[in-house]
């Protein structure tokens, strides 16, 4: 059984306006694709976790809320002994992947539906987080691979900071749950509508894009 | 056509204009003029009525601290009143109105008040509606209601946008002028992050004001170049129109930045003001001081304007307060008033000075300007019927001699602006040397300087700014070189106190805002208010919107007076935020209206949409309430759901009960702690349904344990409590047994979840989900459940049922949510298949007797809920303890029964209390309530589920249900809870 494709939407953001403002003071992409799993070591077993992580992947867990990535995985710790791995593209089967790996030593959950996702960039993107997040989010002080789990228009969110990007600056990425996708695009889109706010595809027929004045 | 507007430039553009209007009659200004510069330029005196007496007020300050010239700016849905004229900045086609008034500025009628003077005095509300008491309510009370209050607020939507915003440094500097520039501009040379915020639109304070030399250019001139310079300094930020309005805990200041107040309207996407949030490492208190008034007779008169103010209008608006411009004062500063206003070819008619000897400098300065000198003396009184037009003054010898004058400029020195420093808990000192408070008691990380400090000399305003400035840097790792010290003019900042003059002729006013006189603080002393906390309350001087920036150190001088003791003893004045008013919009920011607060929408939202479903919020989610067809109203369209579902099949999203996925090897023994029923016996593939008990016993939450491995389980919440609940395990888990192997994850996002409901349920599932999972009743059995793969991604299956039919949950990746609802309902196509909501949803839980939010209200027992069988006397638990207390388990508690009207064509409602029948409506013959209702279209009319006093022994009893809100008495049979299906054959269909 299955339902006409061109129905079938996938995005979080489906529907929702691509363009906001005039210019493009921020400039945001939806990631679609990427594989989550949340990895919780076992009572007493971080160091056996942290072991097979480098072992399987060139990857030194992070003892703190920040990123660190080995080719298309990377970790983020979010809780004490507990991290965020990602993989691009993986779909659900990345946490069931982990499981033979890691299922002796550590809980691991697939969250890779769970969150909604904008990867942040433009010249006006730190004024427009300025409105959002209550955080230091200043070069000096929220650096690449940091990642704070904060608030968003009262809705909790993770912001990761990423290299900055040659063409547009400073790049960050927003997570938040699913479910607050729509609430957290209209509190980008009012933040960031006096520098111009543009989401970049996708925004094609299952996004059913379209243009705010 | 603006006879008072002098020649040059100051800080105005003189090659455009700006028409206005005041009261309807049209003005024009100029670029850098506010309102209050306009308006006095154009020869403009009285602005406003003042509050109690309806006298006519004029223009005091040059600042936020303006007590009289309150207006009402703008019109239509923009309406704001009490606006202070001397910070509204002009805009091309401003409306202003002036306040208080019938039926007009000039004739107020109101004014009639100042005859009923001897009795509007301190106290008077207090005195005087004593009695009868009953009055209070009825008669006093509105009348009072309708005569308070100044201006109209707009009763319509605010068309403007306010948002929030937060920033960071190292250093935050309260004020641009010259101490808080030297500051910002020390540390920002340095390299720290500074933030410099200044309430003016132009940054320079008194430097714009007076006639000052920095290192041999004009001060203005100077605090320009430091402006652009700070401007041109990477992590410095120059905020201007921005008012630090208050301190808080953790380095935190509230500022509000007025982006488009001196717009017409704002401009596309741009707020008209923005609430910002600063946490700073370092604080520099730059606010300057606060020009203190003499009370003397007629002291309000429209003319009468405090001499620094007087200094701002003629050197940065180039207006000069009237044609004949006294000045009064007991300290040096006045005196720069008066050759300033000399200078400007503005006619000094006398300058009176209450002290007997004055500096050398002055008094030759003034000699050679020929300047008329009054030594020793006071006013009396200003007179005048529409403002001065005469003082009468009181020489050292006790002659009184009239001077002829249209404007008088006074000053009894400054105050230095101490309001931020309070915010903390600091407690203003009392300085001798300066008459007034200064900072004292301010944290580590703050610091006062220049006028805010008590420093009133220019180079001491920029020396220690910029030594503070400094400091802030290299605490925030940045070395920052000492400077040559700047050269300034020479100036004189002597002076004496005058508070009062004691032989006052005519009215004299303390606190301009709120009219409190001399008399009034006499009355008060007389009658034992000698706290200077209880004397302001009871005189309200100070609690006007301008917070008694002009009133309230002479009125604590006065009272110290009235009460015999120095004004150090008499306490201090310290100030709590907002500084100056901060709009209700701001601090909502964007939160308004359907952005009130962030919505979670159920993974099939977008479908549920084009179904035409009519959505209701239900706590966090908007959730799909009922899927009316055509002009179906909500009870045709809950009979048609509830029935779908009963006799074929239904299909409900049912992702925002909250999912909890817990593993572990002491994963089973944890929940056994967690919950009041065994789920560590559950076998693998099973679900069971669990109770969560409170530490007090009571039960917290509710919903299924489905076990997917011996270590791996999945929770289900309910959606009110999903967060609560995650909080509480995780409590349970890192503090009470950290001991434990536990991991829990939240996953209520990760997965959607959609129940299908009714006797065809297994054929549609069948047709589903083809061969991926055998769900016959051998191998999928009632509570059962299984974790497969279907259509390429992981799915769940539960059967587990909420409805009281045959039932199945099927959860999907959300992402998959839209594809899977849309292959639901192809697959339920020929069995007809209906979408249900929220309502056939509740409606069906009532029938069945589950117990939900409504009974899971915070004050139930598992007992009250019939469900007492479920906590297992073989373990420990959180709550099993306190659930045994003696008033939790009396037999006439009431406990969950079920309701039917005798009369079937009746309508229930939920609050209804029971009583027994022809029990008079009291607490004492109270037995209980109802908790839901709904129309049951299974059984053909309402019914209802509540909390009845021995409930389950009464079954078959008729008692009244009293709803006093709606005047609803209804006569109603006790029955089981369970209207439906009561021994579940359904359900193992």
């Known amino acids: ?213 | 056509m603006n006879p008072n507007r002098l020649d040059g430039e100051g800080a105005i553009r003189r090659d455009r204009n700006l028409a206005f209007t005041f009261d309807g009659k049209r003005y024009t200004g100029h670029p850098g003029d506010t309102l209050a510069s306009a308006l006095l330029a154009a020869g403009v005196r009285t602005l406003a009525r003042s509050f109690k007496y309806h006298r006519p007020r004029g223009i005091l300050t040059a600042g936020s601290e303006e007590p009289n010239a309150l207006v009402e700016l703008r019109s239509g849905a923009r309406r704001e009143p009490n606006t202070r004229a001397t910070v509204i900045e002009l805009f091309d086609g401003l409306e202003a109105r002036s306040q208080n008034r019938w039926p007009s500025l000039g004739l107020d009628l109101g004014a009639v008040n100042s005859l009923l003077a001897p009795l509007l005095v301190a106290g008077f509300y207090y005195k005087t509606f004593m009695w009868p008491a009953a009055f209070w309510e009825k008669v006093y009370e509105p009348l009072i209601r309708r005569a308070a209050g100044l201006g109209r607020a707009s009763l319509e939507p605010d068309p403007d946008t306010y948002e929030k915003a937060h920033a960071f440094c190292d250093l935050l500097v309260i004020g641009g002028g010259p101490a808080g520039l030297a500051a910002a501009l020390a540390a920002g040379r340095a390299g720290a992050r500074v933030i410099l915020c200044d309430e003016d639109f132009l940054a320079g304070g008194r430097l714009n004001a007076d006639r000052r030399e920095i290192d041999g250019q004009d001060g203005a001139l100077w605090a320009r170049h430091v402006t652009d310079e700070l401007a041109s300094l990477p992590e410095t930020r120059v905020m201007l129109r921005t008012t630090v309005f208050g301190a808080y805990d953790g380095n935190t200041f509230g500022a509000l930045e007025r982006v488009s107040d001196h717009l017409r309207e704002p401009g596309p996407h741009q707020p008209r003001q923005r609430l910002w949030k600063i946490v700073a490492r370092r604080t520099v208190l730059a606010a300057g001081a606060l020009e203190r008034p003499i009370v003397f007779g007629g002291n309000d008169r429209p003319g009468v304007m405090l001499a620094g103010a007087v200094r701002t209008y003629v050197n940065r608006f180039r207006v000069r307060p009237g044609g004949r411009t006294a000045v009064f004062t007991a300290c040096d500063d006045g005196w720069k008033t008066a050759f300033d206003l000399l200078d400007a070819h503005v006619e000094v008619p006398a300058m009176i000075d209450a002290r007997r000897e004055i500096p050398a400098t002055l008094a030759s300065q003034a000699t050679r300007r020929g300047l008329r000198i009054m030594l020793g003396a006071h006013i009396r009184d200003a007179h005048g019927a529409r403002g001065v037009s005469g003082l009468d003054v009181r020489d050292e010898r006790g002659r009184i001699t009239h001077v002829a004058a249209d404007a008088l400029a006074v000053t009894g020195g400054w105050n230095p602006n101490t309001a931020l420093s309070s915010h903390l808990g600091g407690r203003p000192r009392w300085s001798e040397a300066t008459h007034a408070f200064v900072p004292a008691g301010l944290s580590g990380s703050m610091i006062a300087v220049g006028a805010a400090a008590g420093d009133f000399s220019l180079a001491g305003a920029l020396r220690c700014g910029a030594a503070a400035g400094r400091e802030a840097a290299r605490a925030a790792g940045f070395e920052a070189p000492v400077q040559t010290p700047l050269r300034v003019d020479d100036e004189a900042v002597g002076g004496t106190a005058l508070w009062f003059v004691a032989d006052s002729r005519g009215k004299a006013f303390v606190d301009f805002q709120h009219d409190v006189t001399p008399q009034d603080l006499a009355i008060a002393a007389r009658e034992g208010f000698h706290s200077a906390e209880l004397l302001k309350r009871y005189t309200t001087l100070g609690m006007g919107t301008d917070q008694g920036k002009t009133s309230a150190m002479n009125g604590h001088a006065l009272a110290a007076i009235l009460t015999g003791r120095a004004a150090a003893d008499l306490g201090t004045i310290a100030a709590r935020p907002p500084y100056t008013p901060v709009a209700i919009g701001a601090l909502a920011g964007t939160h308004r209206g359907p952005h009130f607060r962030p919505c979670r929408l159920t993974p099939s939202h977008r479908w549920a949409q084009s179904r035409g479903a009519a959505f209701i919020d239900a706590g966090d989610w908007r959730r799909a309430r009922a899927f009316p067809i055509g002009g179906e109203d909500w009870k045709r369209t809950l009979v048609r759901e509830v029935l779908g579902v009963r006799n074929g099949v239904g299909v409900c999203d049912v992702s925002t009960l909250g999912k909890i996925d817990v593993q572990g090897a002491d994963a089973g023994a944890f929940l056994d702690r967690v919950y009041a029923n065994v789920i560590s016996s559950l076998p693998v593939g099973k679900a069971r349904y669990g109770i969560m008990l409170r530490e007090d016993g009571i039960v917290f939450d509710d919903g299924t344990v489905a076990r997917f491995a011996a270590n791996h389980f999945v929770l289900s919440t309910t959606t009110a409590h999903a967060g609560k609940v995650l909080q509480h395990l995780e409590h349970a888990r890192q503090v009470l047994w950290p001991e434990l192997d536990v991991e829990l994850a939240p996953v209520t996002e990760q997965w959607a979840q959609f129940a299908v409901a009714g006797p065809r349920s297994r054929a549609l599932l069948e047709a589903l989900l083809g061969g991926a999972a055998d769900i016959s009743h051998a191998a999928f059995p009632y509570l059962a459940c299984a974790e497969f793969p279907w259509q390429g991604r992981p799915a769940r299956l539960f059967r587990i049922s909420f409805s009281g039919e045959l039932a199945y949950e099927l959860a999907v990746p959300a992402r998959n949510a839209d594809a899977a609802i849309r292959s639901i309902m192809a697959a339920g196509e020929s069995l007809a298949v209906v979408p249900y909501g929220l309502e056939a949803l509740g409606a069906m839980r009532i029938e069945k007797g589950h117990v939900a939010g409504a009974e899971l209200n915070g004050t139930t027992t598992a007992r009250d809920l019939g469900l007492g069988r479920m906590m297992s006397a073989q373990k420990d638990y959180i709550g099993r303890v306190l659930a045994d207390r003696p008033g939790l388990t009396a037999p006439d508690r009431p406990a969950l029964i079920g309701v039917k009207p005798l009369r079937l064509e009746a309508t229930l409602r939920a609050g209804a209390h029971f009583l027994r029948p022809g029990a008079q409506p009291s607490l004492g013959n109270d037995e209980g309530f109802v908790s839901s209702v709904t129309f049951s279209p299974t059984l053909g009319h309402w019914i209802g589920l509540g909390f009845l006093s021995a409930g389950p022994a009464r079954i078959g009893e008729r008692i009244a249900a009293h709803d006093p809100l709606s005047g609803n008495d209804v006569a109603v049979e006790v029955t089981s809870p369970v209207f439906y299906d009561p021994d579940g054959a359904r359900l193992r269909s």
Request: glycine fraction near 12%.
């Open chain 1, 1 to 213: 059984m299955s339902a006409e494709p061109t129905d079938i939407v996938t995005s979080a953001f489906a529907g929702l306006p691509c363009e906001v403002g005039r210019g493009r003071g921020v400039i945001a992409t939806e990631r679609e694709g990427l594989a989550i799993a949340r990895i919780a070591a076992r009572r007493g077993r971080k160091g056996t976790v942290a072991q097979v992580l480098r072992a399987n992947f060139d990857i030194e867990p992070p003892d703190g809320p920040r990123r660190a990535s080995g080719g298309e995985v990377a970790l983020a710790g979010i809780a004490p002994e507990t991290w965020l791995a990602t993989r691009e593209g993986a779909g659900n089967g990345f946490a069931q992947s982990l499981r033979p790996l890691l299922g002796h030593c550590a809980s691991i959950a697939d969250l890779s539906d769970a969150y909604a996702i904008l990867r942040l960039t433009g010249p006006d993107v730190r004024a427009t987080l300025a409105k959002l997040v209550p955080i230091d989010v200043h070069a000096l002080t929220f650096g690449v691979n940091v990642l704070a789990q904060t608030v968003c228009g009262y809705m909790s969110v993770m912001l990761w900071r990423l290299e900055d990007s040659a063409q547009w600056g400073p790049t960050f990425e927003i997570w938040v749950g699913r479910s607050l996708a729509v609430s957290l695009h209209e509190a980008l889109c009012q933040g960031a509508a006096e520098f111009g706010f543009v989401r970049e595809p996708p925004c094609g027929p299952a996004h059913d894009g379209r243009r705010m004045a």
